[in-house]
Nanobody, 124 residues
Framework: QVQLVESGGGLVQAGGSLRLSCAASGRSIRNYRIGWFRQAPGKEREFVGTLARSSMSTKNVDSAKGRFTISRDNAKNTAYLEIDNLKPEDTAVYYC?????????????????WGQGTQVTVSS
């Protein structure tokens, strides 16, 4: 069973960029699709994006174009979420999780290995 631990959050200024880390243990991260989710105060958990098992980055994926980029470094057994042009509405606790599903899924029930999350707070 893979276990993931999120880190890298903090208080940042609007307009800046931030890279969150998702360190895996127990299993190699290369065997899993990675999903990122976030939950803002008083709101439901929201799907952010997902990275296929054999993909290194969503940077040039047309369907994933936007401010969020998911990547992985198999040598470090770590996945990442980069957020560009941060906005106050990005304020949330961010979670990563793993799945063996070969097709993209936004359903958190399909993922496992959840960490405790990392807090991102964006000031205006």
């Amino acid at each position: 069973q893979v276990q993931l631990v999120e880190s890298g959050g903090g208080l940042v200024q609007a307009g800046g960029s931030l890279r969150l880390s998702c360190a895996a243990s127990g299993r190699s991260i290369r065997n899993y699709r990675i999903g990122w989710f976030r939950q803002a105060p008083g709101k439901e958990r929201e799907f952010v994006g997902t990275l296929a098992r054999s993909s290194m980055s969503t940077k040039n994926v047309d369907s994933a174009k936007g401010r969020f980029t998911i990547s992985r470094d198999n040598a470090k057994n770590t996945a990442y979420l980069e957020i560009d042009n941060l906005k106050p509405e990005d304020t949330a606790v961010y979670y990563c999780a793993a799945t063996t599903n070969v097709t993209p899924t936004t359903n958190p029930e399909d993922y496992y290995g959840w960490g405790q999350g990392t807090q991102v707070t964006v000031s205006s």
